[in-house]
C-alpha cells in the first residue's frame, strides 16, 4: 500500500485501480503513514500555521429538501431564523476585533435572502473590513447572481457537489433536485474568478468506494481551491435519522489524499469531524488539514443551525473559544494563523 501513497505524493495522482487498493485496503499502520505524508506536504506549504474562518450562520431557512440536512424545508421541529444586516455586521464587527480576517457566510438556500439583499449585505462589509476576505456558501444561484456578490466584493465561494454519482446524488436528494446543475454552479464560480471550494460528506447513505473514485476524479479536473471533506453525521428529524455515521479513519484518509493530490488546497479540519471524535479537529490537523472555521454566530441562534445531531458550536468551536483553540493547536505544535488565508498556487 504504501508504494501507492509515495506515488500519490510524488506525481499526485493515481490510476482508479491505485485508489481502489488505498481505499478498500487501508489498515491502521497505513492511514497513520498517509496522515504523515499528508501532514509533512501541509507543513512544506504553509508551515504550522492554522488558517481561522468566522463562520456566520446566516439563515436556518431552506428551500431544499436533501434527505441529510438538518435544516431541510421537510423539517417542522426547528425554530427557524435569518439574521438581519445589522447582525450579521455585528459578527463581523466581533470576529475582527478577535482577530478574524476572514467571514463565511452560510445557510439555507433561503428564498427571503434575496440576490439584491446578499449584494447589499457583502458591500457592507467589503465597505467596512477592506482588507478581510468574504466567503459566500449559500448555495445554488444564478450565473448573474454569483457575479453581482462578487462584484460586490465577495472573494471566495463554497459549494459541496456532495456526490458526483448521478444516481447516488438522486438517493441524497429529492428530483427537484438536480446534480447537473450544482457542477454547473461549480464551474460559473470558477470562471467568475471565486476561490471555490467544494467536497463531499464521508459515509453519507448508499456511498460506494466507486463514487468516492469519481469524487476525487472530478476534483482533480476541477481543481477548486478548497476541499471541504466531513463525515457524515445523521439528524433525528431527516429520513436518514437512522443511517449511521461516517467514520473518522476514512475521514482522515480522504483528506490525506486531497492533500497529496493538492498540496495547496485550504482544507478545513471541519466542526463534523470534532463533533464526530473528541480530539477529531487535531486528528484532521494531523492528517493534512490546514483550516478551521469557528462560529461566529450569535450564541442564541447557533442551537438552531442544527445540521446534524449534536453538532458542537462551544469552546474550541467557537469565536469566543480561540484560547481554548490556541491551546488545542499549540499542543499538536500548531499555532493560529490571523492572515487572511487567500489560496496561494505554490508549485
Ligand atoms: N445551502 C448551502 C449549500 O447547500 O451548500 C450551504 C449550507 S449546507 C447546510 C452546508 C453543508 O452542510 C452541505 O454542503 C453538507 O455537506 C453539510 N451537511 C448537511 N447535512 C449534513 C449532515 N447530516 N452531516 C454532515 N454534513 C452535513
Not at 39 to 54: D, W
Not at 249 to 263: D, G
Amino acid at each position: 500500500m504504501k508504494q501507492w501513497i509515495d506515488k500519490l505524493r510524488q506525481e499526485r495522482t493515481l490510476r482508479p485501480e491505485e485508489l481502489r487498493q488505498l481505499l478498500t485496503g487501508c489498515d491502521a499502520e497505513t492511514l497513520r503513514y498517509i496522515n504523515k505524508q499528508a501532514q509533512e506536504v501541509a507543513l512544506r506549504h504553509f508551515g504550522n500555521k492554522i488558517y481561522i474562518r468566522g463562520l456566520i450562520e446566516v439563515s436556518n431557512c431552506c428551500r431544499n429538501n436533501c434527505y441529510y440536512c438538518g435544516i431541510r424545508k421537510g423539517n417542522p421541529n426547528i425554530e427557524r431564523y435569518r439574521l438581519s444586516q445589522e447582525s450579521i455586521l455585528d459578527c463581523c464587527r466581533q470576529g475582527y476585533e478577535s482577530g478574524f480576517r476572514t467571514f463565511v457566510l452560510q445557510g439555507g438556500e433561503d428564498t427571503a435572502l434575496t440576490d439584491e439583499r446578499i449584494e447589499m449585505t457583502v458591500a457592507r462589509i467589503r465597505q467596512n473590513y477592506p482588507d478581510c476576505a468574504i466567503t459566500l456558501s449559500l448555495g445554488e444561484k444564478s450565473r448573474e447572481a454569483y457575479e453581482r456578490f462578487f462584484r460586490a466584493g465577495a472573494n471566495r465561494y463554497l459549494l459541496r457537489h456532495e456526490t458526483y454519482n448521478e444516481s447516488h446524488y438522486r438517493q441524497l436528494h429529492p428530483a427537484e433536485m438536480s446534480g447537473k446543475q450544482r457542477l454547473q454552479c461549480l464551474a460559473d464560480l470558477k470562471d467568475i474568478g471565486y476561490q471555490t471550494g467544494t467536497g463531499i460528506m464521508v459515509g453519507s447513505p448508499g456511498q460506494t468506494v466507486e463514487h468516492i473514485i469519481e469524487d476525487i476524479r472530478f476534483i482533480e479536473k476541477l481543481r477548486p481551491e478548497m476541499i471541504g471533506i466531513g463525515p457524515f453525521l445523521p439528524h433525528h428529524d431527516t429520513p436518514f435519522a437512522q443511517y449511521p455515521s461516517g467514520t473518522v479513519e476514512r475521514t482522515l484518509l480522504l483528506l490525506s489524499i486531497f492533500r497529496l493530490m493538492h498540496p495547496s488546497a485550504l482544507i478545513p479540519a471541519t466542526t463534523a469531524l470534532a463533533t464526530l471524535a473528541p480530539d477529531g479537529r487535531e486528528r484532521g490537523i494531523l492528517a493534512g488539514a490546514n483550516v478551521v472555521m469557528p462560529n461566529l454566530s450569535p450564541r442564541e441562534e447557533r442551537k438552531k443551525y442544527e445540521l446534524y445531531n449534536d453538532k458542537a458550536s462551544l469552546g474550541a468551536e467557537s469565536a469566543e473559544g480561540l484560547d481554548a483553540l490556541q491551546k488545542q493547536l499549540n499542543a499538536i505544535g500548531y499555532e493560529i494563523s490571523t492572515e487572511r488565508g487567500d489560496f496561494k498556487c505554490n508549485p
